[in-house]
């Protein structure tokens, strides 16, 4: 049997009245600018990718010259389109709204062009986030209108490039992995409907925070430490790629928690809400996983500013709910 596109998947979308063309083009047009980063990515050192730019973004990071570059090809690729009010970039200190001398669309997009960018110089996944939101009628797109919770979200994907390079999509209607071919640079529908397994027995969280995290995310984690002779009685597994997409991506594919909560250092938590948490928790809870800051689902949080941080905690939606009861409880 033939495989679906993405092109022939977002069209059935369509079809079924999920999507409208629209939100059909302008996933399509992030698809083809992940694949153009997926390139850049791909060539290394050979493209001029690694090292720094010489530059802090809005968080005060220093950036590298592979996030400039992805910035700069999602900005292009999304300009003039007509599909977009206005967009939001973590490169980008302010919202970025759609010049005047082009169609302005219903759609507002935010990214995260080069996620896991510590990674680049080393030949480890990276990848790229982004989610949907609808820009209301009549209305100029400013910083508030982003400010909006991760349930209203339309769409959210992110692309993984790894050894393959992977894509992963909702529009509200599952999960669906895509797999970039290389030979006919189109992505290639490949995992249906993903479900995340309800238990797990392995861990993702930077365990070099230990001695700052709060008594119940200590609490579980050496509840999983004790393994067999503990009070959970298996043994755990702990992987940790320091790149949120790989190890999201694993959590989809064989299940899995993922953390990375607040602590006495990272106060409000250190991923970003806007970009990394509500698109990450759609998908996730689209493929039957859960998604908490600790305490309230992320979906449901309402935003103050565009570059918010947040404690994240999500995958298997039994150790989820076992971490945010630890919360409730302490
Ligand atoms: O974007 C932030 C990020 O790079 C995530 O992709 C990743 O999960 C995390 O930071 C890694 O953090 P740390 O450097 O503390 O391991
Ligand atoms: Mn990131």
Redesign the pocket.
């Given at each position: 049997m033939r495989r679906a596109s993405l092109t022939q998947f977002l069209i059935e979308r369509q079809r079924a009245g999920r999507i409208n063309a629209d939100l059909r083009l302008l996933i399509e047009t992030i698809a083809r600018a992940c694949k153009a980063i997926s390139t850049r990515v791909n060539k290394g050192s050979l493209g001029g990718g690694h090292g720094s730019a010489g530059s802090e973004n809005v968080q005060g990071e220093i950036q590298k010259n592979l996030d400039v570059m992805s910035n700069e090809i999602l900005l292009e690729a999304n300009e003039w389109g007509g599909n977009l009010a206005a967009l939001v970039s973590?490169e980008m200190e302010d919202v970025k709204p759609t010049p005047t001398h082009y169609p302005r669309g219903e759609y507002l997009l935010l990214f995260?062009p080069l996620?896991?960018?510590?990674?680049i110089d080393v030949n480890i996944s990276v990848g790229t986030i982004f989610s949907v939101l609808r820009c209301p009628k009549g209305v100029e797109p400013d910083e508030k209108v982003f400010l909006q919770p991760g349930r209203n979200q339309v769409a959210a994907g992110f692309a993984v490039y790894g050894p393959t390079t992977q894509l992963v999509i909702t529009v509200g209607d599952g999960a669906y992995g895509f797999t970039l071919d290389r030979e006919t640079f189109t992505f290639v529908l490949t995992q249906e409907r993903i479900k995340i397994p309800e238990d797990t027995a392995e861990f993702a969280i930077?365990t070099?925070?230990m001695r700052r995290w709060e008594p119940p995310v200590k609490r579980y984690i050496d509840e999983c430490l004790a393994g067999k002779d503990g009070p959970r009685g298996k043994d755990f597994n702990m992987r940790?790629?320091?790149?949120?997409?790989a190890?999201v991506y694993r959590v989809l594919s064989r299940g899995g928690i993922f953390m990375?909560p607040r602590d006495s250092k990272n106060k409000d938590g250190?991923?970003?809400l806007m970009y990394?948490a509500n698109p990450m928790a759609f998908i996730v809870e689209q493929a039957g996983g859960a998604a908490t800051d600790g305490r309230n689902r992320i979906l449901d949080i309402q935003p103050h500013k565009l570059h918010q941080r947040i404690a994240v905690v999500l995958g298997s939606k039994n150790e989820v709910d076992r971490v945010t009861s630890y919360h409730a409880n302490s």
């Amino acid at each position: 049997m033939r495989r679906a596109s993405l092109t022939q998947f977002l069209i059935e979308r369509q079809r079924a009245g999920r999507i409208n063309a629209d939100l059909r083009l302008l996933i399509e047009t992030i698809a083809r600018a992940c694949k153009a980063i997926s390139t850049r990515v791909n060539k290394g050192s050979l493209g001029g990718g690694h090292g720094s730019a010489g530059s802090e973004n809005v968080q005060g990071e220093i950036q590298k010259n592979l996030d400039v570059m992805s910035n700069e090809i999602l900005l292009e690729a999304n300009e003039w389109g007509g599909n977009l009010a206005a967009l939001v970039s973590e490169e980008m200190e302010d919202v970025k709204p759609t010049p005047t001398h082009y169609p302005r669309g219903e759609y507002l997009l935010l990214f995260d062009p080069l996620d896991g960018s510590s990674n680049i110089d080393v030949n480890i996944s990276v990848g790229t986030i982004f989610s949907v939101l609808r820009c209301p009628k009549g209305v100029e797109p400013d910083e508030k209108v982003f400010l909006q919770p991760g349930r209203n979200q339309v769409a959210a994907g992110f692309a993984v490039y790894g050894p393959t390079t992977q894509l992963v999509i909702t529009v509200g209607d599952g999960a669906y992995g895509f797999t970039l071919d290389r030979e006919t640079f189109t992505f290639v529908l490949t995992q249906e409907r993903i479900k995340i397994p309800e238990d797990t027995a392995e861990f993702a969280i930077n365990t070099s925070n230990m001695r700052r995290w709060e008594p119940p995310v200590k609490r579980y984690i050496d509840e999983c430490l004790a393994g067999k002779d503990g009070p959970r009685g298996k043994d755990f597994n702990m992987r940790w790629v320091a790149s949120m997409v790989a190890d999201v991506y694993r959590v989809l594919s064989r299940g899995g928690i993922f953390m990375y909560p607040r602590d006495s250092k990272n106060k409000d938590g250190r991923l970003r809400l806007m970009y990394e948490a509500n698109p990450m928790a759609f998908i996730v809870e689209q493929a039957g996983g859960a998604a908490t800051d600790g305490r309230n689902r992320i979906l449901d949080i309402q935003p103050h500013k565009l570059h918010q941080r947040i404690a994240v905690v999500l995958g298997s939606k039994n150790e989820v709910d076992r971490v945010t009861s630890y919360h409730a409880n302490s």
